[in-house]
Each structure stands twice: as structure tokens, then as C-alpha cells.
């Protein structure tokens, strides 16, 4: 497969997943679902917390990078979604998530493969599974931060696993974009405006900011 020149197909499995009438109630990427798009209330049913042309552009960007190896994954979701659309370019994907209904969830709707579907329990900040994704994952192509949204959570995930992305790798942080309806996605903006501003931050390395709904950051490493 010419990964590359690929995205399409890899759209289009991504939406096959996605729109499985299985998955009802949930269905689709974060774009099906307007009613709730802007207000915290309401039953959030999308199958993927993604906006679809958002990650469509982060995957094209991985793409163009050579990046297919490992991925990893801080969050998995309310049905694993973002999983299974990573793992459509990532030959291994490994995803870290607390709530044990999401994986449940996950495995009901997908069957992993043990090998190349990585699915651990318990908190990212956990020092026990800090160091077990570590030994796993380093050297990783992709690191996607998706769990708490908070400053000093985000802080933290940045932190305990930013190392384990090698040269070249993208380090990424989803729902970027300030809404002040949404006091969480405030916090990341700022932990990014924080971190672009480190002493030793190098200008050489820019944060590339993706989409004006939901948002996808990232750096290379």
C-alpha cells in the first residue's frame, strides 16, 4: 500500500466503523452532531470525539511524514473510535483510559488484536502504567493526548510521556481551540501558549494548530 496517497481509503474504512448502524445510539464524527456541539448538556451520541476534516489533515500530515509505526493514545473514548481510526494508518496503537465502560465499549464493537491493539487500564498518571507504556512505546511515531483537559492534567500527560515520541514523531493535543462556553478547551490553549513560551523552547520548533471547531495541535519532535 502506498500509504502516502492513501487517505482516502483510510477515510473511507474510518467512516465504515463509524457509521455501523451496530454502534447505535452512536454514530459518526463530532460534525453529525450539532444540537449538542456548543452546549455541555444533552446526550453526546457521536461514535468519534473527532471533527472528520480535522483528522483527516492530522493523518494526511503523519502520512506525508512517514509515520505509521506506533502510535499512542491518552484517552480512548466514549466507543474507542480514535483508536481504530489511528490504527487504519498506525501498525500498532496503544490506548491508556480509566473508564472501564469506554472499553468495554470498545472491544463490544471491535475485536483487537492483541499485538496491535494496546489497550491499558488506569489512570495516564499512574507511575505503574507510566513506565509499562514506556517500555512498550518508546520510540513511538505518534504520541495523541486526549485524557483530561485541565491545565496541570494535560501538563502532566505532556510530561510523563512527550519523551517517548522519537525524532521526527508527532506530538499531538486535541480540543485546542478556546471556546469560553467550554472551560476545559481554555485551559489547553493556554497550556500551549505555556509551553511555546518555555525557557529552551527552541523557534525551530513551531506548534502547527489544526481546524477552528474542536482543534488538533502538535509539534514535531
Given at each position: 500500500?502506498?500509504?502516502a496517497?492513501?487517505?482516502a481509503s483510510?477515510?473511507?474504512?474510518?467512516?465504515?466503523?463509524?457509521?455501523d448502524?451496530?454502534?447505535?445510539?452512536?454514530r459518526?464524527?463530532?460534525d453529525?452532531?450539532p444540537s449538542?456541539?456548543?452546549t455541555?448538556?444533552?446526550p453526546?451520541?457521536?461514535?468519534?470525539?473527532?471533527?472528520?476534516?480535522?483528522?483527516?489533515?492530522?493523518?494526511?500530515?503523519?502520512?506525508?511524514q512517514?509515520?505509521?509505526?506506533t502510535?499512542?493514545?491518552?484517552g480512548?473514548?466514549?466507543?474507542?473510535?480514535?483508536?481504530?481510526?489511528?490504527?487504519?494508518v498506525?501498525?500498532?496503537?496503544?490506548?491508556?483510559?480509566?473508564?472501564p465502560e469506554?472499553?468495554?465499549?470498545?472491544k463490544?464493537?471491535?475485536?483487537?488484536?492483541?499485538?496491535r491493539d494496546?489497550?491499558?487500564?488506569?489512570?495516564?498518571?499512574?507511575?505503574g502504567?507510566?513506565?509499562?507504556?514506556q517500555?512498550?512505546?518508546?520510540g513511538?511515531?505518534l504520541?495523541?493526548?486526549?485524557?483530561?483537559?485541565?491545565?496541570?492534567e494535560?501538563?502532566?500527560d505532556?510530561?510523563l510521556?512527550?519523551?517517548?515520541v522519537r525524532?521526527?514523531?508527532f506530538?499531538?493535543?486535541?480540543?485546542?481551540?478556546?471556546?469560553p462556553?467550554?472551560y476545559h478547551e481554555?485551559q489547553i490553549?493556554?497550556?500551549?501558549?505555556?509551553?511555546?513560551h518555555?525557557?529552551?523552547?527552541p523557534?525551530?520548533?513551531?506548534i502547527?494548530r489544526i481546524?477552528?471547531?474542536l482543534?488538533v495541535?502538535?509539534?514535531?519532535v
Amino acid at each position: 500500500m502506498d500509504r502516502a496517497n492513501d487517505i482516502a481509503s483510510v477515510m473511507k474504512r474510518i467512516d465504515e466503523f463509524l457509521y455501523d448502524p451496530k454502534k447505535l445510539p452512536f454514530r459518526g464524527w463530532y460534525d453529525d452532531h450539532p444540537s449538542f456541539a456548543s452546549t455541555p448538556s444533552g446526550p453526546y451520541r457521536g461514535a468519534i470525539q473527532q471533527v472528520r476534516s480535522e483528522f483527516e489533515e492530522l493523518l494526511r500530515r503523519a502520512l506525508a511524514q512517514g509515520l505509521h509505526g506506533t502510535a499512542v493514545q491518552i484517552g480512548l473514548g466514549i466507543t474507542g473510535g480514535t483508536h481504530f481510526a489511528l490504527r487504519q494508518v498506525f501498525d500498532r496503537v496503544i490506548s491508556i483510559d480509566i473508564n472501564p465502560e469506554n472499553i468495554a465499549r470498545f472491544k463490544s464493537f471491535h475485536t483487537p488484536d492483541p499485538q496491535r491493539d494496546i489497550i491499558v487500564h488506569g489512570s495516564s498518571r499512574d507511575m505503574g502504567i507510566v513506565n509499562q507504556v514506556q517500555q512498550m512505546a518508546r520510540g513511538s511515531d505518534l504520541l495523541f493526548i486526549d485524557g483530561g483537559h485541565l491545565f496541570d492534567e494535560v501538563r502532566a500527560d505532556w510530561a510523563l510521556y512527550g519523551d517517548i515520541v522519537r525524532p521526527g514523531g508527532f506530538a499531538c493535543f486535541h480540543d485546542h481551540v478556546p471556546r469560553p462556553a467550554r472551560y476545559h478547551e481554555l485551559q489547553i490553549d493556554i497550556f500551549l501558549t505555556w509551553l511555546e513560551h518555555q525557557p529552551g523552547w527552541p523557534k525551530s520548533v513551531p506548534i502547527h494548530r489544526i481546524g477552528n471547531t474542536l482543534g488538533v495541535a502538535y509539534y514535531v519532535v
